[in-house]
């Protein structure tokens, strides 16, 4: 009988490679392959789950996982983050209100949301306040568009973020111990028309690609994400678009989700760094992933606003592009080995 091989992470085999470098010893739990421990040779042993490391405390990476939080401290800290309303599903309003009704006197109500909306003014962004890889972001043009993305996501969510559309070049930039060490622009996922092929079809070709350079996006033909968005342009996945021209299929930049990647470390300014460090030190995170929106990172003052913070920014979508991107990666991950083993 054919044994199957157990089961392993982009985290769990780059840390087995990294630690064999060393002479550290690596261990990875074999029925699933999501926690173990690499144990240095001083006999002290640093725990990962699934893609944390121990870099940074419980504390800082739960408040991470919490956007309204993080904008909280984010401005708390002086620095610009977008100003957004946290609401609620019914059934967690009613679990609340049962449970803790001074509190649920505070969640907002129909009309404080409407208030929202009519200031912010469409078109708006509404997110799970807990969540990542850019799943479940939609963008919202009208009340009726809220009204029915509200329904169908709080099937799956009890707290939901609603956010001011705001414009900018996406970009995610890796800070590890008060220092940038890496930076790329995200662009959104996008097909560009040939004059021939509908989007469906060119979104079919451009999925297959991402499955061969071992970029697993999960995405779907069928994703409803997709067509609510081209509906916000005016657009179907029937339609057949010029040569040349280039259609976004998502409103998030994230690689998880077939985003593209230009390298921008050389292009950031002293204060746009500086920018960066202080949002991964206004939670207390170690190692964060910044995720900002601005212009011109280049200029000493630049205008930006910083959309969110992530204690375990995910890499491999990013060492997948090719060999100087993985090696990119080793090297991260290698120096959080060596603040483990010194701390």
Excluded at 144 to 156: A, M, P, S, V, W
Excluded at 182 to 194: D, H, K, L, M, Q
């Amino acid at each position: 009988m054919m044994l199957t091989p157990p089961p392993t992470s982009f985290l769990s085999d780059l840390l087995e490679e990294l630690s064999a470098r060393r002479g550290a010893k690596f261990f990875c739990e074999p029925k699933f392959g999501y926690v173990g421990y690499i144990e240095f040779g001083s006999g002290k042993k640093s725990f990962f789950t699934g893609s944390s490391l121990e870099i940074n405390s419980e504390s800082a990476a739960k408040i991470a996982s919490d956007k309204d939080y993080t904008a909280l401290f984010l401005n708390r800290s002086g620095l610009q983050a977008p100003k957004g309303l946290l609401l609620y599903s019914p059934a967690y309003r009613r679990e609340i209100k049962a449970k803790h009704p001074e509190m649920a006197a505070n969640f907002p109500d129909a009309a404080t949301i409407t208030r929202f909306a009519d200031e912010a003014l469409y078109p708006l962004f509404i997110k799970p306040n807990h969540g990542a890889s850019g799943r479940d972001i939609y963008r919202i043009k009208t009340s009726e568009d809220l009204r029915l993305t509200l329904t169908h996501l709080f099937r799956r969510h009890t707290k939901l973020l609603l956010q001011p559309s705001i414009i900018g070049r996406d970009f995610r930039v890796l800070v590890l111990n008060g220092a940038v060490v890496s930076a790329y622009e995200r662009i959104p996922f996008r097909v560009t028309g040939n004059g021939t092929d509908t989007i469906q079809d060119l979104l079919k070709t451009r999925i297959e690609a991402l499955k061969d350079q071992g970029r697993a996006s999960g995405l779907r033909i069928s994703d409803a994400r997709i067509a609510s968005h081209l509906a916000s342009q005016g657009r179907t996945l029937g339609n057949i678009i010029r040569d040349g021209d280039c259609v976004h299929l998502l409103p998030n930049a994230n690689l998880s989700t077939g985003g593209d990647v230009v390298e921008a470390l050389e292009d950031l300014s002293e204060g746009f760094k500086t920018i960066c460090i202080t949002a991964a030190n206004s939670i207390g995170l170690r190692f964060a992933g910044v995720d900002v929106l601005c212009d011109d990172p280049g200029l000493a003052h630049p205008e930006y606003t910083i959309l969110e913070l992530n204690s375990a920014p995910g890499m491999k979508n990013y060492a997948a592009l090719g060999p100087k991107e993985r090696r990119k990666v080793l090297a991260i991950y290698d120096t959080i080995l060596d603040l483990l083993e010194a701390d």
